[in-house]
């Protein structure tokens, strides 16, 4: 027993020094990469084992080689126009090549360069698509396609601003991309349809919304040398275009020519029937005069043709598809009625040049093809193509007095 009290007393005496020299022991934690090798090693064996192998699509297109066609610009006469721009992943054609026809009419009437906003114009056309869409009850398109003549619609109602006040992209971001942002908008429009919720001013907060998100907010202001101005007194003010100075020009057989038409295609969604129906002969006399005295035209019509190659930067009739002496008003609107010439491009014609005895059109061309070539924004279009595939054009009336005429008198 007194043994074991001495042993006790010694442990007593001796354990504050032990806990005193003993420090207490804490972690520490850092920011590591978690990255397993081997667990890498595993997922890519299995995807490799899992992947089926799809073989390139491969598209049936005219072999240009050896062929005497334009090579550069530099061989065309040229009207003013800027330089080209990209509208990225946007179904945005029709506005980038009537923007810059615009901006063309500008530089031709006053000598002004000016570079406006696309997506200014883009964003308040969805604004008038998704109000549409609640009137017609879910019966009018809501797409990204539009026409040339929608600019001038929304430009003469919402007026435009310049591109440095609205460019419609984000901090940071390089490219226009629409994808998210119409997915996110057609979805949410269907919604509205399935649900019958047709509150015009709810669907069209909403719409706005979106965009904004996506876009950023439209400028209700915009600074220039002669002090702010709203969008509406931009147009008025800097632009001073009269958007009842230009016309649109069509030729098709199944409308009587003399006689305005409804372009019944699914980007004239508001279902415009102001088109001037002309015979082939004239609508193709009118381009080819237009060019030659200083203007520029906004055209549109089908760039999906095996003689059609924005990275070969040529657009032409192959010999394989039609004879060019056997291109008439009959090829064409066959090609119109059985749906092999649409209306998927928007374009700007800037300039010509004749070679072997036609007539080529220098293409400002805004679509992502165009700038895997030599010459970034531009392809060269044979009359041919521009008189089988190319359905309609916008133009100042001055080069269409002879043809308006024929319409006033019918």
Known sequence: MKKKLICLLALALLSPAFIFAQKKQTNKAVFSDT?????????????NFNKKETPAKKYF??????????KAPSEFTKQWHNTPINQGLTGTCWCFSTTSFFESEIYRQTKRQIKLSEIYTVYWEYVEKARRFVEERGNSVFGEGSESNAVRRIWKKYGIVPEEAYSGMLPGQKHHDHSKMYAEMNSYLQTVKSNNDWDEEKVVSTIKSIMD????KPPVKVMTEAGELTPQEYFQKVVRLNMDDYVDIISLMESPYYQQMEYE?????WHDKDYYNVPLDEFMNTVKNAVRKGYTIAIGGDVSEPGCSSQSEIAMVPSFDIPSEYIDENARQMRFS?????????????GYTEKN??????????????????????VFFHEDYVKLKMVDFMVHKDMAKDLLKKFAEK
């Open 35 to 47: 990255k397993n090798p081997y667990w890498e090693m595993l997922e890519k064996d299995i995807d």
């Open 61 to 70: 297109k005219m072999d240009f080689t050896g062929l005497d066609v334009p």
């Open 213 to 216: 998100h996506y876009l950023g």
């Open 265 to 269: 295609v699914s980007d004239n969604w």
């Open 338 to 350: 059985n749906q092999t010439t649409t209306d998927d491009h928007g374009i700007h014609i800037v």
């Open 357 to 378: 005895g036609k007539d080529w059109f220098l293409i400002k061309d805004s679509g992502a093809g165009s700038y895997a070539s030599p010459n970034p924004g531009y």
